[in-house]
């Protein structure tokens, strides 16, 4: 938070809030208490700090002045960056304290294998993947995949690699097996070099890693150092705060401002929950609501507009789609999801009796609008990109305009030293999501080798052929089963590898789209894979959100992935819209995207309703089954269905005043009052 908002808090910490029988404390300010990075001190750590500035100087530099070949950028992009993950994240918790020469024996390795890249690249870029290769071909490239495999295991844990592993022993053993899984049998020396080059590692994932992730996140780095970033917590402090179960309306608007400009969901609860969990808690939530509610906002922050965590920037290379399009058409779905948030949150409030944070422990309104300009640099960002400006020079103007406005107002003001640390911020904040983007190159690699994609492709056009709704549950699962434990970027590069090319092919050959625009005949699947790689963080068993939630809240891990899917239930119906009322996208007459719109948001106040059991009162079963069909008639694509939709909730509506369903609903409050 800013020095001002602290300030105020801390003034107040011993006060008893007047709407409150709690004492409001500050959270810590601090991006992760438990985070796995070490801590470099002394000359070493002054000696990578100016390393990490430099790296990200030559990002901009390459990108915005000095284009080179971009197979050579992409294997500096991995070095450089990759020299960063083995000083800061250590091989295992015990080699924390200081530099381990097992990661010395790791920089080395990544120096031979760019070393040797660069020494070939004239002779690499014909010959590798074709068999035509030498033994110390084969031998460097398995060194950078083993190499890649380690990184991601440092930054992101076990599941991408182990995921990973699994598809590269696949080509080796794929001729022994059975029906759609059998393959050609592949020489070892093709298959590592053919991972090890733009079909692999340095494909799709790391192109838009070293193009636009990086760049983006310096972006945020100078957003945050400069004061601004951290204004769109204090702003969304001053406008809700004060309402009730503020805190957890703050979380919800924070985190879907910072959020998009975060590559992983459970950074971004690290980021915005340190302050706002403990606020929800002092305020009244419970520990594994207020974990689960960051956790839900945060992992929303993904499919924000305009940058949708960095995974968007993927979509864009893959699909061939306009990123403004793309954009655009992500907008009126995270309304969706954040009315849904925002309404769970609401109504937990109203069922808890919960009081928001009092009004002069909050920023003054006012002096918080006076220092709107602090948006500009977002502002600058969204005008560059719908100006038809490149997404590359979009983000480097968000760069200057963050530096030039933190210049207005001494508090915010960046000298020398603050560039430098924006500058390294960047660097180490790209390290993970350049290493899940090598590691799921690996797994792109092996499906274009192998062509298990276009297997799925058809066992999905299969399925369709029955049922078009069955396909689509088939791909969520599978979406959802690849994603658990990655961060988003990684999770939708794999599951769009994997069965995007199958849905795809159902949208161009469906009848029921016949009528829709080819660019959205491309886009509804992506958009549909996206989706459910990003709410694989919110689902148990393995929430990475919720987890990370979990930590700072002290909830119980798997309780609050449970409270996650629960508050994040409409995440799990919004993509289905985008195949069955695609407007919804931002496609068809105006009047109609506003009647798919309206009725949409009808039916996921339905929803929230019904998993809150309260609306205009508490809810007795046979209401909250009026209301589940009245939410899922409304989402759907029918006007007679709406209007079934709306009048099952004016039902239960009047229902309220029926004496002997008021009787068992007063029960009903008196009793959640009880536990309470």
Known sequence: MTKDFEKDLDNKLDEKAPDTELPMELAPDTEAESSNQRVVGGIGGKLLFFYAAFVSLFHIYILNFRPMEQLLFRNYHLLLLGILGFAFFPGWAKAKAKIHWSDYLGMAGLIAVSAYLVQNFDRIQFVFGTGRVTTMDMLMSLLGILLVFELARRTSGNSLPILALIFLIYPFVGQYLPGIFETPAYSTERILTYLYTTNGVFSAPLAISSRYIVLFIIFSAFLTVSGVGTYFVEFAFAISGFARGGPAKVAVLSSALMGMMNGTSAGNVVATGSLSIPLMKKVGYTSTFAAATEAVASTGGQIMPPIMGAGVFIMAEITGIAYERIMVAGILPALLYFFSAYMMVDYEAIKLKLHGVPRHLLPSISKTLKRAYLFIPVIVLIYSLLSGYSIIRAGFWGIISSFLVSLIAKETRMGPKQIFEALEKGARGSVQLMSVCAAAGIIMGVIALTGIGARFANVLLAIADTNLLLALFFTMVVCILLGMGMPTTAAYAVAASVMAPGLVSITINHPMFAHIPSDIIRLMPHMFVFYFACVSAITPPVALA?????????????????????????????????????EILGIGEPAMIALRTTTALLGILALSSMVQSYFFGHLVFIQ????????????????????????????????????????RAQEVEEQAAEGA
């Open 546 to 582: 919720a987890y990370a939630g979990a930590g700072i809240s002290g909830s119980d891990p798997m309780r609050t992935g449970v409270m996650s899917f629960r508050l994040g239930i409409a995440s799990y119906i919004v993509p289905y819209m985008f195949f069955f009322a695609p």
């Open 624 to 663: 909250r089954i009026l209301l589940l069909g009245a939410a899922f008639s409304l989402v759907s694509p029918n006007e007679i269905f709406d209007a079934l939709g709306i009048g099952l909730m004016v039902l239960v509506l009047l229902s309220h005043k029926l004496p002997f369903i008021k009787e």
